[in-house]
């Protein structure tokens, strides 16, 4: 994912834990759900994606649990807290707000 950082983590918080929302997974495999929902438009490194995890487990909005992955290897597995859930109806929310300001501004028509 490109940056104007603010707005873009916003945007990524939101996005984590709406893929996070589905079901719990680990990083490599939110990274590629990301990737394959978005139809390989957004695609976020490592070195955005696992600072943003911890910002989130930090703020109480995911747990993190150690467990084995697919391929037999010990990975983090992330979930959406009680708490995550609450934030993330109020974030969708003013995302769905936002966006559809901005996307009546774009469409207007050029004099």
Request: glycine fraction near 6%; aromatic fraction near 6%; proline fraction near 3%.
């Amino acid at each position: 994912m490109t940056k104007p950082s603010d707005l873009v983590q916003g945007t990524l918080d939101l996005l984590l834990l709406k893929i996070l929302a589905l079901e719990p997974r680990n990083g490599w495999a939110i990274s590629q759900r990301l990737k394959q929902i978005s139809g390989d438009v957004l695609q976020v490194s490592d070195g955005s994606l696992y600072p943003a995890l911890h910002k989130l487990e930090q703020a109480g909005w995911i747990t993190a649990e150690w467990k084995l992955s697919r391929n037999n290897r010990r990975a983090k597995f992330y979930s959406l807290s009680r708490l995550g859930r609450r934030h993330l109806e109020r974030e969708a929310a003013n995302w769905s707000r936002l966006s559809s300001a901005i996307s009546h501004i774009v469409r207007l028509e050029e004099a």
